[in-house]
């Protein structure tokens, strides 16, 4: 299993087997509301808990990662920083290529095997399954973190319905620091391991549909798709990052500027970003994202743009120029 794995390019491959997972964590968040409006995490909460409903027969959970890009960013004035994951080619590509590999692979040497592979897009906790199978464990910032890669992977997870020799648990390695939960320019981690979305910059600027709330709008800085401050700030991500898939390399969009943002029409929009991370904002979100760092970063240059977008239909887009032309303090010239 984990040669294949390995062959199929996964830089981390571990075994745990199929039971139903400690409620407790993704209780607490729901019951905090914290899942703001990803209502799928509470509707699909009991499958999400045990992968035996999921996959009938499940026996065991091969747990994935890949490593990618750990640079720093490179966004000065005039541009918007990108999260890591997302500069290079859609991940979800990525991983579901490898997938497709790894389950080719283990199908072929046992024909009647039943394999569910998911990554990101089914109702499964990777992280939690990771810490299980012995990859890294979930830190404080709710990322999942390797003592080798630090929490710059990428998840994904086999179901199986055969019995492989589990690995041990991953124990917790953050200790007494907690770096990660100050460094939240939004407070957006309350408590240790629970991330509140409707605060988190990451969520609100790529699965959020129409405005950004004032509170997390004027703490963005200069993050427009996502945000990394929290990792940044982990010691466990020092000095890592050089073993990068490298499809997952930051060769499309390192950073983006800040006038074609607010210009982006949609077939610019298909043309461009199609293939990567960032079409999961969708157009709206780009532009309003784009409206919002111009306005908390002081790009006046820009304020002729802003005004234009006063009168977009796109949802979140107007509001978002409107708080920006009041930060730079030309509203209503």
Request: aromatic residues 4%; contains cysteine.
């Amino acid at each position: 299993m984990k040669q294949a794995a390995r062959a199929a390019g996964f830089h981390e491959v571990g075994i745990a087997r199929a039971e139903a997972l400690d409620p407790g964590p993704l209780d607490r968040m729901l019951a905090r509301g914290a899942e703001a409006d990803m209502a799928w995490l509470r509707t699909q909460r009991d499958v999400r808990l045990d992968p035996r409903l999921l996959l009938p027969g499940c026996r065991s959970v091969v747990a994935l990662a890949v490593a990618h890009d750990g640079a720093p960013p490179d966004a000065g004035p005039g541009r918007a920083t990108v999260a890591r994951y997302a500069r290079g080619r859609d991940y979800h590509t990525v991983l579901k290529k490898k997938l497709k590999l790894l389950v080719a692979d283990l199908q072929k040497r046992d024909p009647i095997l039943r394999a569910l592979p998911s990554a990101d897009v089914g109702p499964v906790m990777e992280k939690a399954w990771a810490e299980r199978a012995g990859i890294g464990w979930v830190g404080k910032n709710g990322c999942l973190i390797t003592t080798t890669r630090g929490s710059w992977v990428l998840l994904a997870v086999v179901l199986l319905d055969r019995d492989l020799q589990p690995d041990a648990p991953h124990p917790e390695r953050c200790g007494d620091c907690a770096a990660c939960i100050p460094a939240c320019p939004t407070g957006a981690i309350p408590e240790p391991g629970l991330v509140d979305a409707r605060l988190c910059i990451s969520f609100q600027t790529i699965e959020r549909r129409g405005a950004i709330p004032e509170g997390v709008a004027a703490r963005l800085g200069r993050w427009g798709f996502g945000c990394d401050d929290c990792q940044t700030a982990c010691p466990w991500n020092r000095g890592v990052g050089e073993a990068s898939d490298p499809e997952l390399r930051p060769a499309r969009h390192p950073s983006l500027d800040l006038g074609e943002l607010v210009r982006l029409a949609p077939e610019e929009f298909r043309a461009r970003f199609h293939g990567t991370a960032l079409a999961r904002a969708g157009h709206a979100g780009l532009v309003r994202n784009g409206a919002l760092v111009a306005g908390g970063t002081g790009e006046a240059a820009l304020e002729p743009e802003l005004r234009r977008l006063l009168g977009s239909e796109l949802p979140g887009v107007a509001e978002a120029a409107r708080w920006a032309l009041d930060r730079l303090g030309s509203h209503g010239r």
